[in-house]
């Protein structure tokens, strides 16, 4: 094992040991509370841009810094294997990130009780780390449900307004979500043969001995729906902007920006190459779904007044355009997915942490009790335009999102050049709650109650503090939209070594139409 296997372990176990430090010591005084989670957060994010700058997969896998861990469970065929490929690579540098800005914007609060708020945030960035790094399938889910248990409880502690009902609600659909998707990982490890549930084991033996076609039907439908569920998938998407807004930010943060693509994720690492047929029986009903979550959606997210479910809507509907990439069933459509999953993490985990600067402001969410706020607070304004025209994947700072969406669009016009029409309502509908934000929070005069509000407080620009994780956020944002590539080329082999299955079983079903433009 070289030093890189052993950074990529404590990416996940340093989180996890300063989280437990912090659980048993009740006595630590602030200070120290606040070194170790800080050493907490930081060192993942650093650990994943070594990684990244180092990654070179020369494995028949595909996958670089492979290493397994004996867990007592061989037996069961479960072993703690991690390492990371094309998909992994770019995502573990977003639970990084996201979890450094995160970690960094809690620091700053005095009044939560930092002990454990910051213990629960630290269990959560370990998970995250863990889910992209995990090999094996069964700690792929595990660790999701490390970092998943902690947001409940951060919701019903530490939350706003209805706090109680938001974390009940979130409890029970991504129990319900992570259950049903458990028993559709499960079925594929217990019907491939394998005497594993290391990924790469599953994807060799199905590759040479592929599951019937009523097997693959069932199997991706409990991935679709699990999975779903768990990326807010239209109709299930109630418990985010509910949970979202009464959670504290730096939870929204690592939640939305990271934790929702757990879902994703899963399937296209797992669901698609293992279970190609199945996705290919349920691709239009996929389409159809998504597209629900794009317009109908979209729609809600236009009649929000209150900031923070505005973005928790739109957080919502652009997981719409991921789910209609993955319908694609093609290397373009799934390379659009992990692009906009990247440039969505990034951006909706800047707009949560930006609303509440607003918030911290304002003294409320309600847009239209605010108005003029450029005058006082320039440099906020500046960080929130950008960010909201990177959500809205419009051409300017944070181009990644743009670059996510186009591919989505362009493979989505192979496929199905209707779908097109309906998805490209979406962008419509983006642009008009975005600009309308930006207008409503800082230009035009104060509204009444605003005004009211001034004189009798001051109002600031962004602080240093606050401005750091939002930099780092936005910085990751335009780097990776100016430079693509520093993720996409190996992302793209990963792709079409994972998706072969996939372009056979789509090449195979679908017999040319000369009516079909």
Known sequence: MNSYNVLLLNAIILPLSMAMILLVG??????TVRFLATT???FPALAALVLWSNFQPIDPSGYDYLCSFNTGLEGLGITLKLGLNGLSMPMIVLAGIVGCAAGSYALQSEARPQRQYLMLLL?????????FASVDVFFFYFFHELALI????????????DRHIAAMEVAIYLTLGAMISLVGLLAICFQ?????????TLKRFLGSAPLDGEAQHIIFALLLFGFGILVSLFPFYSWAPRGYGAAPTSVAMLHAGVLKKFGLYGLLQVGLPLVPLGALQWREEMCWLALGSVVIIGMVTLAQRDLKQMIGYSSVMHMGYCFLGVACLSVLGAGGVVILMVAHGLSVALLFLLGHVVYRRTDTFNMEEMGGLVSRAPVLAALFSAAVLASVALPGPGLLNFWGEFAIFLALWDYHVPFVVMAALGLIISAVYGLRAIARIFFGPPSEAFADYLKSNTVKDITTAEKLPALVLLAALILTGFWPR???DEMNRTLEENFSPVIAVVSQAEEPDPDRE
């Open 26 to 31: 009740r006595n630590l005084s602030l200070r």
């Open 486 to 488: 520093l993720f996409t």
């Open 150 to 161: 902690p947001t409940f409880i951060c919701i019903g502690a530490w939350g706003g307004r």
């Open 40 to 42: 907490g957060f930081f």
């Open 123 to 131: 269990f959560m960035q370990s998970g995250s780390m863990g889910i």
């Open 192 to 200: 491939s043969g394998a005497d594993s549930f290391d990924m790469i």
